[in-house]
């Protein structure tokens, strides 16, 4: 008998009991997908790194490229600090050991037709000896 009244004190408490309103559960803010830069309408959607018109099928990236990042010049420099161009002629200015091979690079070597690439090596070139990624440290302009 003392368990039907503990049920009677217990039970109208849970019947109705909620310890969140239900007017601010769902609120939650969308993520703002642009309009289609060709027809104008809103339906698009994210796909990797662009978005995607479902209307008309055109695609854009989701990052909008600067007028810097475009006209970015590289600016690679010789032994003497002149400024190095595709199509250049330069000459080495001391022995160069290969890696990985028995092959050295002589000092006064000329390399014709040159060709700038990005990163630690921005000498792209051809020699009688093969194709080689060279420092423009070790270079110097004919």
């Known amino acids: ?14 019947i109705g009991y909620n310890p969140r309103p239900l007017a601010n559960t769902f609120e939650t803010t969308m993520p703002t997908i642009p ?3 060709q027809c ?7 796909d990797g790194a662009n978005y995607v018109c479902a209307d008309c099928g055109f695609e854009w990236p989701m990052t909008e490229t600067t007028e810097t990042d475009v006209d970015t010049v590289l600016v690679v420099k010789d032994a003497n600090g002149t400024a190095l161009q595709d199509g ?6 001391k022995d160069l050991k290969v890696k990985g091979s028995s092959i050295t690079l002589k000092q006064g070597t000329k390399v014709k037709s ?4 990005g990163g630690d090596h921005g000498v792209d070139c051809k ?11 070790f270079l110097k302009k004919v």
């Open 88 to 93: 250049d002629s330069v000459v080495l200015i």
């Open 127 to 137: 020699m009688d000896a093969g194709n080689f990624m060279l420092k423009a440290e």
């Open 40 to 46: 104008t309408l809103e339906n698009t959607y994210p």
């Open 35 to 37: 309009a289609c830069p």
């Open 1 to 14: 008998m003392k368990s039907n009244k503990l049920h009677a004190y217990v039970t109208p408490l849970l």
């Open 114 to 117: 040159i060709r700038l690439v």
